[in-house]
């Protein structure tokens, strides 16, 4: 398969699991519009692939004004959006936060929102476009210390199905609900809890970012053509609905 002359989106581009999928869709011939907040990050990435094939921005995406920027300065149809973007923030020590809820429904949900409605203009018309968002098992079994977030990856999941209705036959739209994975991101959460939290997986281990990236690719490419509007779940065996 080649994706030689087709544009993506990835956001959250900076983190981990975006890396080996910004690689194989690179290897692909695509062109990427990636996205993130760190801009140190991002320099890494572009010094790594030294391609014209990829344009960097560092946003936050937190306005639709600011999405519209982005878009209509790119200016080119989109084949695929990928939102990785996010924040896992720890609300246990204080419940009711309202700033930690602001940054987990803006940093994960409103922002997707944002942007989808900065590409609606921007979708190719004569073959289905792409669209992949990040939820979480978080929605599905609550992160009792994670609540802003498991909101915000609950906003997600019905984001997916209201736009795959939206959308369709035009746009396919799908999102995956990773188990824990492997990150930066997680690595606190692992070492405090870790050993407890694989005894619930069915594969007694953590997700590596790979295999994440690997079922986004495959809801980018044909072989996933009439999976629309589903949430997969990518966690070993943790949540069997």
């Known amino acids: 398969m080649t994706f030689k002359g087709k ?15 910004i690689e194989r869709l690179f290897q692909l011939k695509a062109n990427l519009l990636l996205i993130d907040v760190k801009k ?3 320099e890494q990435i572009k010094l790594k692939y030294n391609s014209t ?34 924040v896992f923030e720890l609300d246990k020590d ?4 309202e700033e930690i809820w ?31 968002l990040l939820s979480s098992k978080a929605y599905r079994q609550g992160a009792f210390n994670y609540i802003p977030y498991s909101a915000a990856k609950g906003a997600i999941a019905g984001m997916v199905r209201a736009y795959a209705r ?27 809890q870790g050993e407890k ?12 970012p ?3 990236s690997s079922v986004i690719y495959f809801l980018l490419s044909e072989d996933s053509s009439y999976i629309n509007g589903q949430i997969i779940n990518v966690d070993g065996g943790t949540v069997f609905s």
């Open 197 to 208: 939290l694989i005894q619930e997986m069915a594969l007694k281990r953590f997700c590596s």
């Open 94 to 97: 204080s419940p009711g936060d």
């Open 53 to 86: 094939r990829l344009t960097f921005v560092t946003s936050d995406l937190s306005s639709k004004a600011i999405t519209d920027k982005i878009l209509n300065e790119y200016n080119k149809k989109i084949y695929g959006l990928v939102h990785l973007a996010g």
């Open 7 to 21: 544009n993506f989106i990835i956001t959250g581009a900076a983190g981990a699991i975006a890396e080996p999928l």
């Open 210 to 212: 790979a295999e994440v």
């Open 40 to 42: 140190e990050k991002l």
């Open 102 to 132: 602001e940054r987990a429904i803006l940093s994960n949900a409103k922002n997707a929102y944002f942007l989808i409605s900065s590409c609606v203009n921007f979708f190719h018309e004569d073959i289905p476009s792409r669209i992949v």
């Open 166 to 192: 939206k959308f369709g036959p035009k746009v396919i739209v799908n999102g995956l609900a990773p188990g824990i994975v492997e990150s930066p991101m997680a690595s606190s959460n692992i070492k405090i």
